[in-house]
């Protein structure tokens, strides 16, 4: 009789230890969103769908390049349409603002209007969370490193907390056939160098091979287009303004197809499963004028070069963005 209660209870333990770790497997990943937004919509697209994804819990919002003030208007804004003001916002270090493609919109908000927190100090935010978190902190950087390179300057001991993915580089294929000086990278090489040599806990990029032809088109974008989510409200709102004043394009083709979705491509990266789009370790280095070249000497980062599934990718995509946030 001792011997038969003996092992239920072990048995019960290893059911109770498995169902502990299935339970840790499952809770959302720590997430601060690192954005350019306003200038190419795509950021924006990008936060939503953090937001709609249950794998991933939103810590922070900080603003990067530029006048991050205005970035931080279009973060918060966005955010309160989304009734999503438990999130704080923080900016990091103001500059003369070019790319202000979502300016009309946020005319008549302050960020007084703002019902959560508003962060003067960006990096001084990533580096409190940093410190608060028990583990590594996913960190989705959709723009210039700006922030991050002032966090490891600032606190270069909390690299090892640091799980970034961004959208940066191009490795064989940039912005044509020809590998290209990836904007993100281009725009402050320094801090990528900075981030690139870094002991982060690990660095995983999307280069323009993967992300930069990811558009949406046919039954796809009128489902998006067509959607009465607030969220995707927002974004075909903002999609006239952004169209009429962006300066890289001509963006005549709304009724058809998305601009490129280069940043939500990140986000599925940052998810703890994203089969569809592996990556894979490889050394690189970057030039002074910002291309990202395979290097046998150079850091090595997690890059996604290749797709397994990008439509089942695409068709995801289309769903998650469908679905309201909880």
């Avoid at 981030?195 to 660095?203: I, M, N």
């Avoid at 990029?205 to 088109?217: A, E, Q, R, V, Y």
């Avoid at 067509?226 to 999609?239: A, G, K, P, R, W």
């Avoid at 280095?285 to 070249?293: A, I, L, N, Q, R």
Wanted: net charge negative; glycine share 6%.
């Amino acid at each position: 009789m001792f011997y038969v209660l003996k092992r239920l209870l072990t048995v019960l333990f290893i059911l109770t230890a498995a169902l502990s770790s299935m339970t840790r497997a499952a809770e959302p990943v720590p997430v601060i969103f690192d954005t350019d937004i306003g200038s190419d919509i795509d950021d924006m697209v990008a936060l939503s769908l953090i937001l709609k994804s249950p794998e991933l819990d939103l810590k922070l919002v900080t603003t990067a390049s530029e006048d991050t003030r205005y970035r931080a208007k279009v973060a918060a804004k966005f955010l309160t349409k989304a009734g999503r003001t438990d999130i704080p916002v923080g900016m990091g270090e103001r500059f003369e603002g070019k790319a202000e493609f979502h300016k009309p919109w946020v005319a008549d908000f302050a960020l007084s209007d703002y019902q959560g927190d508003i962060i003067e100090d960006g990096a001084g935010a990533i580096i409190q969370l940093l410190k608060q978190s028990s583990g590594p902190v996913t960190i989705i950087v959709a723009g210039p490193m700006h922030n991050i390179a002032a966090v490891l300057e600032r606190a270069p001991e909390l690299a090892a907390k640091m799980r970034i993915v961004g959208m940066h580089g191009s490795i064989y294929k940039g912005y044509g056939d020809e590998p290209s000086a990836e904007y993100n990278v281009q725009n402050n090489v320094p801090a990528f160098r900075k981030v690139l040599h870094a002991p982060l806990h690990s660095f995983t990029i999307t280069p323009l091979d993967t992300c930069g032809d990811m558009i949406f088109d046919g039954e796809q974008y009128q489902q998006l287009k067509n959607s009465t989510d607030i969220q995707l409200e927002v974004i075909f709102e903002n999609y006239p303004i952004w169209a009429g004043l962006v300066t890289w394009e001509n963006a005549d083709y709304l009724a058809t197809r998305s601009s490129v979705m280069y940043d939500a491509v990140a986000v599925y990266l940052a998810l703890p499963d994203h089969g569809w789009l592996p990556a894979e370790p490889m050394h690189l280095s970057v030039t002074g004028d910002g291309f990202t070249v395979p290097a046998d000497s150079g850091p090595q980062v997690n890059v996604a070069l290749e797709w397994a599934n990008r439509d089942a990718f695409k068709q995801w995509f289309v769903e998650r963005m469908l679905t309201s946030a909880n």
